[in-house]
């Protein structure tokens, strides 16, 4: 019909009219954003993560076969035992090699392996928060669309049962299933935390939904998918970035404590591995250049989530 | 006799940018002992704010930025036997009660003021419904009050009081052993007044005391209130922005606008012999019951936001009279008997007396006949946003 | 008179009844109490003609929002039917409803919640045309918007359009609620309190922008209200509603000066006036409103109404019936009984009468006695109750006494009785309007009712 083309807009003009708005709208989206410092730090601190994970080889002294005395591979000679037994070395620089944070037990930088470990934890964070976010939501809507039926009992005596599911057997027996595979934890991790996003958003839309917004669309004659996705998801949006930015980061550290377990896939790099490897190979209290460095990440990369969770919360709240 | 003397009070909103909100500015007003004075104006005119700021109930970022609140009365430890306040206290330059034993509410602190509270002046929340407490019973919670302010009283007379309280504002005394659910809309607010008078206060501040209830109910309310007065001889000031209500219970009463008071007096003065274009273009704007056929005409424009206002009228923007000078200076308060026999403007000396802050009350009746004119107000070109 | 008559109705409302069924708690459930549900509406019939403004006033809790609600399709009839113009809205095809949201509209109470405050100005005026696929492209869209929003009051429209809610007054808000109803040109609004949320001095201004779109877009309102001087300034007629029912309908000036049900005659005289001068009549009714949940039978205001009608052979004054039977509701509700006399101090029998025969109304409907004593007792000489009734009564409150509730429950149904409590009164013609009290159906009025109704009143108001 003539209004599906007017729609999607025939001349040029019309298409940038219909956008201007749009864009003012997200340069003052901007504007608001930049007033919380948090929410800049966090995502300065993000940024840097982000580029370690896309383009790590700029940003690190080595490879992450590079092993102190020898360098880079291929590998040819061997460490003596004198070199072996100052491994861990702590941070040097030049002499008598360069490794600004030190090495671990098998000669390989700290430096390095903490910035191609980012990868993983970014993945991690982003896929489980996002896959939680796209599960939950959803649900959530619909439940507390349709409050009061059986779909929305259903939905909760689903959820319920979930959460009677022990977290760590679970994702044990899963492992053990499918194999220690990064994607597999991602899944694990996300079964359990979509859960309290589904039913902080059901809430919302429970109350969202007698708003006589609401009820003006259905009156105009809106069908439920509008109302659900036009009138009430951007309403409960921004609880939902902080409960993405909350399982991202939850993910992130959940991941890296399944790993210090021993649940984690070995072949990748990680900073709950690294955690783990100094656990395993007993040096907690003598090395601490090995020690801090991926906690310290973990801890920012989680921080830097809520950080921008909130700020974004903040920015996409009309009433503040 | 006076009971409580506003004199210049203004209180101040700080924001986070440093600007401040102008909630009340430079605010006079006075009440008598056993009358009812009225603060009418819309939302945001400020007249909450101001009943707050008497007994330091503001919110936190809120202050009393100058001014006074001379009460009749004073704290209970520096008052002699007749609970007048003592020589020896009003020649005390540190402590602010003045020679005619009135003291400034607003130069005490937070814990000298919570003595006075209840026990002089009781307060009458704008949400009577939710003042009670739900897991207590209604009368223990009067008891509690009386206790509190009164702790000579023993248990069993408190009780006794307690339940002759209710019985004064029209709830059956075994009442008293219910909880507050248990309550119909209407017995919760005579509950709530039975509270506010338990301590048998000088002053009673009603804060849109009748707004949540449905208009059979309100009626009955307002009679109570009447009655209390009677017989207790109560000052009320009484908050509302419903001005039927309040033309039918006030003695007195003040407009406000914009964190000023436009008119005061009394309130056949303020409705019969009307001095403000405010005043004058709110009495076009509501219909009454009375009336078959009525015009309406609003006021054009909307009320100011009071962040840092410029130092004209508040009103001038909406208001059809505004001349040159509205633009350079809020007007004082002008007596309106005297510019009305003599065509002059003299400020006004008395608090009680009819006055009211317009520039241009020496032409009064040409203000009245023009207010009327649907045209003057429809015509004048206003800046909506 | 009644110009109304000759035409055709827009709305007919006929029987229309909603109950919300309240969810049980698993308490309940275990007990197996029956669960009550909430009679929000509960048989109102009315018509709405095209062009008029028909008003609904009652208190809160009266139905009428909910009335309002089911006419446009927000909440579903229990019983009862509504048709618009013709066709009943209740059985309509996905197409026909499709219709019906282009020609009836709303405007909620609330401005501050009725618009979605992340959807600008724009989109939200435009959304019903979108929803509607009514007018053709973009540009056409946003031409349309204009133009309303221009007849709305809000111009130049440029400046509004990309705004949010949150940037605009109460009164721009209410304005622009009024601009997304309009753009459909629909034929029948729903009015929900449109302006209680406004400030006084803004309120004429939008309520006279009511009334002019009516001339120019031909509309016709349903403008619910529990603010009677609004209803008399905006309505040509009126509905009072109580607990879900309608009591008295027709035109408005007429149920304002001359008030049939004694319900509406309470409302009346309970609304303050800003006219200087003489004291105002206050509202003679007892008690409040009872539990839309379990309302009382027969008439729903007979537990509170000054002229409840005493039964045939009554001997004493109306009042002194009055004061029986509300002594006799005071018993069953429990207020009066031996634990409570006795911490009034009231030993025998008479003395409980005395102070069960008390009213609970303004001071100047109170007998001598009852203003001396606080509203604590009347003076049993003084009030014309018929020997057999005082007897009747004196006897319950020895029962009461005794703490035998139930004999004394027994012994005043048996001997105060009314047809207020026994019979539901239907609507009546009585003069212009229809009134649903009991007063108003003897068997006489009904007749000459019928066939002159329509005429005496007009003559007489002129």
Redesign the interface.
Known sequence: ???Q???S??DGG?VR??WE?RI?RLKRGWDRYTEHRIGVVGLVILVVFTLWSIIPGVFAPHSTEWIAYIGEPPIESRLTAEQVRSLPHPPAFGDPFFAPLGTNANGNGILSLLIYSAKNAMYIGLAAGLLSSLVGVPLGLISGFYG?TWIDEAIQRFVDIMYGLPFLPFLIVLVAIRGITTTNIIIGIAVTSWLNNCITVRGETLSLKE???V?????????DT?IIF??IM??VLPISFVFLAQDAAGAVIAQASLAYLGLADFTANSWGIMLENIKSQGYIFDAWWWLLPPGLALMLMAASFYFIGFSMEDVTN??R | MTLLEVNDLSIRYAIDDGSAVHASDRVSFSVDRGETYGLVGESGCGKTTLAKSLVHLLDDNGYIESGNVWFDGTLPQWADENGDAKQSVIDDPDKPVREDGKTDLAALTNKQIRDMRWRDIAIIPQSAMNALNPVYKVGDQIVEAILRHEPQTTKAEAHDRARDLLERVGIEPDRADDYAHQFSGGMKQRAVIAMAMACSPDLLIADEPTTALDVIIQDRILEELEKLQDEFGVSILVISHDISVMAEICDRMAVMYGGKVMESGRTEDIFGETANPYTLGLKNSFPTITSADQDLVSIPGTPPTLRDPDPGCRFRERCPFAIEECHAEHPPMYDVADAESTGRLREATDQRAHGSACYRIDELEQLRTDALNEDTWTEQRIESR | MDRAEDREPLVEIDGLRKLFDQ?QGIIDTVLGREPQPVRAVDGVSLDIHKGDIVGIAGESGCGKTTLG?ML???HEPTEGAIRFDGNDITEMTREE??EF??R???I???PF????????V?DTIA??LK???MV?????RRDRVKQVLEDVGLGPAEVY??A???ELSGGERQRI?IA?ALV?DPDFIVCDEPVSMLDVSIRAGVLNLMKELQDEYDLTYLFISHDLSLIRYMCDRAGIMYLGNMVEQGPTDDIIDDPKHPYTEALFDAVPDVELGEERRRANATGEVPSPRNPPSGCRYHPRCAHIIPPDGWDGTQEAFRRAYQFKLKVRRGDLSAESAESADIADAEALVEHGLTLDIPEEYRSETEIESGGSKVDIARIDLPPAARETLVDAAGAVLDGDTEGALATLDEAITTPCESRRPEPQPAGTREVACHLYDEPGFEELDSSTAGIAPAAAED
């Open positions: 019909m003539a209004t083309q007017g729609d807009g025939t019309s009219r219909r708005p003012e009061d708003r006589s917004y009820e003006s669309a259905k009156v105009a004659g809106a069908s509008r036009r009138h951007p309403n009309p009433q | 969810s609600k446009v399709k927000l409803e499709r949201r282009k009836v509209q709303m909620f109470q609330d919640e009725s618009l979605n405050p992340r959807m600008t724009y959304e019903p929803i509607n696929d053709g492209d973009y540009d056409a359009l990309d949010f809610p949150d609620a997304r459909v």
